[in-house]
């Protein structure tokens, strides 16, 4: 579900920062974007010392909550820039929208391009996805470090750097 969410979330969150940054700050704002990305990752590791103290249910559903109420506020606040034009045309019933968007996935679906850049993009985040993963264990294990501070210490190391990355790389494509 999260995976869903998140396939969801990543091109819309692209396209409203790409619309409201048309000048030469796009890619530091994409880049600011993806830091947060990143910081949750970091401190994601610290969920283990939180799950230590408490239990990772409680854990769970504190994370759980704070995101919900997040995604309220979201809600409330957060609006996508469109002209007047735009507007008028894109008003219509969530059921007419929820029907369109169906139609929209058949047809993303069935390009081969889609599948071709899936996978483009899918491929490399596998091993990312293992290390990050498998990294605390490894680290707490080999070098019997409690989960707790293993965790951390993990996450922390390669989410800074990737921080770091995307927002040098902003500015550098900016004024490049």
Excluded: C
């Amino acid at each position: 579900i999260m995976g869903v969410s998140e396939a969801f979330y990543m091109p819309t969150a692209m396209a409203m920062i790409v619309d409201y940054h048309q000048g030469k700050n796009r890619s530091l704002a994409v880049g600011i974007h993806m830091t947060g990305i990143y910081l949750g990752q970091a401190m994601g590791g610290f969920g283990a010392m939180i799950s230590t103290n408490f239990s990772w249910q409680t854990t769970f559903h504190v994370f759980g909550l704070i995101g919900t109420l997040y995604s309220v506020v979201l809600m409330i606040f957060l609006k996508e820039k469109r002209n007047d034009e735009e507007e008028q045309t894109v008003r219509g019933t969530f059921i007419q929208e929820f029907v369109e968007s169906f139609k929209g996935m058949k047809t993303l679906l069935g390009s081969i391009s889609f599948w071709v850049i899936l996978f483009y993009f899918a491929s490399p985040s596998f091993p990312g996805w293992a290390t990050k993963n498998w990294l605390p264990t490894l680290i707490s294990s080999s070098l019997h470090i409690k989960m707790e501070y293993a965790g951390p210490l993990s996450t922390i190391t390669l989410s800074l750097s990737s921080l770091v990355g995307v927002l040098v790389g902003g500015y550098i494509s900016d004024k490049w």
